[in-house]
């Protein structure tokens, strides 16, 4: 187990920034974790993982808008979240540029959304700069506070390793079944 807290020190900081550029939302709670046990400093995991969800959502917002075909091709089985997307940005203007680093699913899809439409690349850039320290913020400082409950949690699962999967399957049950429900086709009448 302190090989494992070693690798960490080691390479957490490089795997939070990769890991961060895609989202990042359980590496930044692992992180505040860390955080709390004394392995890792909450400060600079906060600051990496704000860099790479920043730069990981302008990077993808630039991707879509200047590499479109490239893009486009990759996206085919998406269209329904791309859809919802462009939905939740007429109805909740630039708030969906806040509320999708708080939704699993939507998160690498609405900056890509959001570049297919003629909106501007420096709004984009600077909401989600603002969104990504929020973002950071909340999550880093929340599991720093609630580090002590979170140890204990992953020992829990840790003696049960079959809990481990259910909760998994449970969570992405969940995120499947939302995500069918709010992209599904209406029937015309």
Do not use: C
Not at 114 to 129: E, G
Not at 159 to 179: E, Q, R
């Amino acid at each position: 187990m302190e090989d494992t807290f070693n690798n960490l020190v080691t390479y957490g900081y490089i795997g939070l920034f990769i890991y961060s550029l895609g989202g990042g939302f359980i590496g930044l709670v692992a992180a505040g974790v860390l955080s709390f046990m004394g392995k890792m400093d909450l400060s600079l995991s906060i600051a990496i993982a704000f860099a790479g969800n920043a730069l990981g959502d302008i990077l993808l917002f630039w991707l879509t808008r200047y590499q479109k075909s490239m893009m486009v091709e990759g996206l085919h089985k998406h269209r329904r979240k791309l859809a919802l997307s462009h939905i939740l940005m007429k109805k909740h203007g630039d708030w969906v540029i806040f509320i999708q680093k708080f939704i699993y699913g939507l998160k690498t899809v609405v900056p890509i959304a959001i570049a297919l439409t003629k909106y501007d690349f420096k709004k984009f850039a600077i909401l989600n700069i603002f969104a990504a320290a929020i973002w950071a913020l909340v999550f880093g400082l929340s599991s720093y506070y609630f580090g002590a409950a979170l140890s204990k949690f992953a020992i829990y699962i840790n003696d049960n390793k079959w809990l481990a999967p259910v909760i998994l399957v449970a969570i992405g049950g969940t995120v499947w079944l939302y995500m069918e429900k709010v992209t599904k086709k209406k029937k015309k009448k």
